[in-house]
């Protein structure tokens, strides 16, 4: 059963940070590059972070050098670090494991995600 809570969102001010959580399902973990996503009002789901198991990561050219994303495997939780944070990072954060090499998620399920907003 697919298992997905992320937490840690919330209401700051640009420059702020928050470091958002998501806790899953071994069986989502186990193997499984993991991604986070975010979806903003009016637009599509997008890729923002990917780690692989072994602690590779990739990020989309708008957060690199501010986000941080890093997991730990033996709690089967994923982490995100969001620094020096914009009004354009407003969105609801999403987690997911991750179709590394086409950069799409590998489960239809998503968990409810959480809502970080940066209001000036």
């Known amino acids: 059963q697919v298992h997905l809570v992320e937490s840690g969102g919330g209401l700051v001010q640009p420059g702020e940070s928050l470091r958002l959580s998501c806790a899953g399902s071994?069986?989502?973990?186990?193997?499984?590059?993991m991604g986070w996503w975010r979806q903003a009002p009016g637009k599509e789901r997008e890729l923002v972070a990917g780690?692989?198991?072994?602690?590779?990561?990739h990020y989309t050219d708008s957060v690199k050098g501010r986000f941080t994303i890093s997991r730990d495997n033996a709690e089967n939780t994923l982490y995100l670090q969001m620094n020096s944070l914009k009004p354009e990072d407003t969105a609801v954060y999403y987690c997911?494991?991750?179709?590394?090499?086409?950069?799409?998620?590998?489960?239809?399920?998503w968990g409810r995600g959480t809502q970080v907003t940066v209001f000036a």
């Open positions: 997911n494991a991750l179709d590394w090499l086409r950069a799409l998620p590998l489960n239809r399920y």
């Open positions: 071994r069986n989502i973990f186990t193997n499984n590059a």
């Open positions: 780690i692989m198991r072994g602690g590779r990561t």
